[in-house]
């Protein structure tokens, strides 16, 4: 018998199975993607937080990967780590959840726990992952459990990570919370019950909805402090010494990743679904991060307008075009809108990025600066995106024809800032 089956082996399964593997559990790693799996058979890693050493760490521990599903039956857990994008209604893309989900209930065996840990709306657990796995004929919480303990990963973070974030649990009955619990405790330092898979599915949204909300007004107040001539960067600073009652946020060209621009609106999706209203924050807080890469758009327009120069046939430079400082994972990143707005004023679009070798937008690939000093000299503007640790952004304000700072890492004496 196996411990544990992860399946889905991307940013928030494969740091999973590492941390199993290295609490002891045997594990394998299910994946529909075969050159994923060879991959990571072969000992090469394609997530950020995870290094070909970890890869050949857990292989050395037993672990491997596959696609063939048959598989999940020898497995005590299965966990669910698959993605669930945004779909055309502005709800979660069930399909990768509902396929993994038909996996397991065709390999389900009595006294298996099984764990979703995908993002969606409340209710999913209870209503889309339940009635497919009881289509085995066995019943949650009598015959199998089932669980939902929402993912918490951060990559990049080299603070916490999987071990010593505080894992949210919940389950379809006590009895399935306690063997949820009880699994997590194995690896996890910290585990947090909730009364019940919808509490632990909201958790998780609420999370992220703060976040969005948050980021949301204070790219609202970069606008308004601009045209008042207030710098927003030395207020948060001020702000911050608060020692209670503030959390700082920061302005930005837009919000990335997979959680922030996506999580909110499955909330506000299934409230309009279900309750028929809308949730204003939320809708609120898109509509403005949304537009943020419109607005550092016209801002650089200005910038050249106000040096004499027509943004038409200008050379921008882009640096950093990933979502975070310091990783690869160029999911939702403002980087791309950005560019198409730059792009469709007539700009001539460059980057340089030390984690990204090439980059398309629209279709287009767009020239990689490989002299970064050189292609700060020839630039008309140079446009912060994303703050790397690579970058001494005051150095480079220097060098630079015109620097736009969209990430407040400059004093400001050489740069413009949002």
Known sequence: ??????????????????????SGMTVIGFDVNSAVTDGLNAGRSHVDDLSENDIAEMLAAGFRATTDEAEISSATTAVICVPTPLSDDGGPDLGAVIGATRAVSRNLRAGMLVVLESTTYPGTTDEVVRPILEESGLTAGVDFHLGFSPERIDPGNQKFGPRNTPKIVGGDTPGCVDRTAEFYSRFVETVVRTKGTREAETAKLLENTYRHVNIAL?????????????????????????????????PGPGVGGHCIPIDPNYLSHNVRARLGYPFRFVELAQEINATMPTYVGRRAQNILNDAGLAINGARILLLGVTYKADIADQRESPAVPLARVLMGLGAKITYHDPNIESWRVAGTEVQRADDLLGALSEADLVILVQNHSAYDAEKLSQVAKRFFDTRGATSGRTSHRL
């Open 1 to 22: 018998m196996t411990d544990l089956v992860v399946l889905g082996l991307g940013y928030v399964g494969l740091p999973l199975a590492l941390e199993a593997v290295r």
């Open 218 to 250: 204070v790219n609202e107040m970069a606008r308004f402090c601009h045209e008042l001539g207030i710098d927003l960067w030395d207020v948060i600073n001020a702000a911050g010494t608060k020692p209670f009652g503030f959390h700082a946020f920061y």
